[in-house]
């Protein structure tokens, strides 16, 4: 069994924050080291302080890219020679790069009798190639997080900053603490959070939950049984197909063009959704208003209610009426749309 580390004694500067990793597309890498493709079949890629983004290619060998720049200025350029940068890493980090059996790693830690001066602390970064077909696990503490092309099961987190991955398949696990998450023409099962920041996805399908603590969420082109939730912010999206799921706590929610079942409530904002088809319709609403629209023609039972509650005609409609309700059967029944207003009013049309 090959195995190849190259290693440096010393610790990664506890740096608090997001690392700044800007323009690294047009710096040198300090460290480049390529391995044989057909050997990989795992990832392994760990720093304190630093980004790290894995791209995954159909050809080629695999290849780690270390960047290692200062905190206390931009990049080398501004003070500090490649000479100290490798006596700090001597000194302060352990730094691997390296095949153990089928899985190549690529990692940054702190030494343990580090003194903790962050003058002289250094953020690493890794860019990673390997091959599509790879298994991945990715922890960073301050930095951001990049993966794309990969499929197999990838589990990706950072205490600080974002998440953006694109073109994944397989387990898709993503957590971030403080950043905003964006998936892009991904599948299979998709499960990430972040405690403060946004989440986009689009043109993703599959099972789907995305959850934020104090963000936005947004959907655009997605398909399949999907969660999404935030405790402050909006949901909003468009083209969503299959079953869907959207929680607030305080903002709107917002769907057009949706060609699917909905479940969805919100404790402070309003609620607008124009409807395709459906199969079923779950609203709730505790103070603001709610505007629905409903595909023309179809057979619904209605139970609709809030402080008032408006529409426009129903043809072949039989059951009660009145300011405050709605409940009975369209077209001969059918489909269960459910709408509790609560405090607000209620606009319900069809086209």
Known sequence: MKKFVLLFMGGLAAYAGHAQWDGDHHREPFIV?????????????????????????ATGDAKVEVYVQSNNNNGWNDGITKEEIQKRLDEQYD?????????????A?????????????????????????????????????????????EDFHTSGGNLDVAQLSGTIVGRTSGGNVTITDSHDDIDLQTSGGNMDAVRCE???????????V?????????RVGTSGGQVEGGQITGELQAHTSGGNIDFEDVAASL?????????????????????ENSSGDISLQLPQGQGMDLRISGERVHSTTMNNFRGNVDEHHIDGSLNGGGIPIRVDGNGGEVHLSFK
């Open 263 to 283: 479940t969805a409530s919100t404790s402070g904002g309003n609620i607008h959704v124009n409807f395709l088809s459906t199969k079923s319709v779950d609203l």
């Open 109 to 153: 830690h702190q030494k343990h009798n580090f003194d903790n001066n962050w003058r002289r602390g250094l953020s690493i970064s890794f860019r990673v190639y390997v091959p599509e077909a790879v298994n991945s696990r990715v922890r960073t503490s301050g930095g951001n997080i990049e993966l794309k092309a990969l499929m197999g099961s």
């Open 33 to 57: 080291k390529t391995f044989p493709r057909d050997g990989v079949k795992e990832l392994q890629a760990e720093t304190s302080g630093g980004n790290i983004s894995v791209y995954g290619s």
């Open 206 to 216: 599959g099972k789907i939950r995305l959850e934020t603590s104090g963000g936005n």
């Open 218 to 226: 947004g959907l655009r082109n997605v398909k399949g049984t999907i």
């Open 95 to 107: 730094l691997e790069v390296g095949m153990e059996g089928g899985k190549l790693v690529a990692a």
